[in-house]
């Protein structure tokens, strides 16, 4: 789906202009502000066993009173080494990362030397602001390793999508001066935490983005129980009723508000709890209006995802809703989205499997995202033919999407080479629904067979010889400095299976 907007990640900064001194509500928080060293190595997603070479960056953090610093998810994604310094510290202190959330763009680190934590004045989430209020942005500049402050004023408060990952969750709006330099610092107002400088809107002047309380308080929310879920789906796509023909089909002149389910994604928690062609009127006792908003902090409007996204993981919401003109309602277990195409960051690093030189991995944002960033331009038609439309629907009852990636060129897949980026259907007849079933099959499949059958979506058909296929793809891969055939999760699950193999064989009797 091409987006509507082109966010840029950034980093919020503040040249002082010669001034010697801050403010005095931002002097004594500025010890709490550091900026952050990252050393990283991005996984090329085309070629899954390397990396797209080591980078060096750095943005900024904000010391919490349990001794932990909070960043972007952005700032660390890929990390290999981390450091932070403090402000007016020449030392530097090594960090890891403890907790991320790549959907709300968010990070816990922490440093273990307890000096570094010394005379760290204590730092409070606050509220989430009044649109016209004033708010303060601490972080350091690209260029210079002073730390620098500008004042700017909230302007909107709205769902956005968040760079990152993709996901529309709560934002704050300000028109603070943007510049590279600092993602990840602070949003001070009134001596108080209200948000982490994100992003900005590359289209426009001075229109920046930092993630609000709300958010920030979700994601500590979440790591109570020692694991982070991420922000809940209800997983429908909907329709507005602001129509009055459209409200007259469907019998809702004399219904307030209310919207209308196109369509109900897959194993999502709505999935066989709402259906096409319901309206739904409340969330959680709460109305529904017709342009899929409600009313927000008595003066203001959000739109409806905001009441599912700001519950938990494992929560239930309540859902009113009409179905053939009777009033109905239903309480939704909210659980983890599966995604047929995982959004971007979903895999630290993506599971690979090579067999006979032929490449396989999992279809995801981010391995469109190896075209560029206008990949719904440049990707091949079969892959983003998942992202839109009907794809998703057909594909439905499959977890995730197998794609024959790359050949690596040998005698045993010779005439092949034309069938790159296509999505997997078959092994010997056998429908393949996971990259875990695929893994499993093919190598049921090459321990009984004396053919490989591979099938694929455009109906293409690659037949592999089983006899000395180890060795031949052990050859592939020495010839091309590839260290493995398979990433390590695969290895689990082909070590699962050899278990289970050993575990069906009968004992050898013992000797007379």
Known sequence: MKPKLIISIFFFIIFLNGMSALPVRAEGLASAVVKIFVTSSPIDYYRPWQSRGITKSFGSGVILPDNTILTNAHVVAHHTFIQVKKYNDAKKYTAQVIAIGTDCDLALIKVDNPDFYKNIPTVEIGELPQVQDTVTVLGYPRGGDKLSITEGVVSRIEITAYALSSRRLLTVQIDAAINPGNSGGPVFQNGKLVGIAMQKLSTGQNIGYMIPPPIINHFFNDLKDGQYDGFPYLGIEFEITENKNLRAYFNIDNVTGGVIVESVIPFAPADKKLQSGDIITQINNIIIDEDATYLFRDNERLILTHLISQQQIKDNISVHFIREGEAASVNIPLKKMPFLVPPPQFYDKPPYYIYGGIVFT???????????????????????????????????????????????????????????????????????????????????????????????????????????????????????????????????????????????????????
């Open 362 to 512: 999992v279809l995801s944002n981010d391995l469109l995202l190896s075209w560029g960033r206008r990949w719904w331009e440049k990707a091949p038609n079969e892959l983003n033919y998942y992202m839109i439309g009907n794809g998703r629907k057909n594909a439905s009852l499959r977890e995730n999407l197998v794609v024959l990636l790359d050949i690596l060129s040998d005698d045993v897949n010779v005439g092949y080479h034309n069938h790159k980026n296509q999505i997997i259907k078959k092994i010997n007849g056998i429908k393949i629904t996971s990259f875990q079933n695929f893994v499993q099959t093919i190598n049921s499949v090459k321990r009984s067979k004396k053919y490989t059958k591979i099938e694929t979506e455009n109906n293409a058909i690659i037949i592999l010889k089983n006899e000395n296929i180890d060795e031949i793809n052990s050859a592939i891969l020495s010839r091309n400095n590839i260290p493995f055939a398979y990433s390590k999760d695969v290895k689990k699950w082909i070590d699962a299976d050899q278990e289970k193999k050993k575990d069906k064989e009968p004992e050898e009797p013992d000797d007379p």
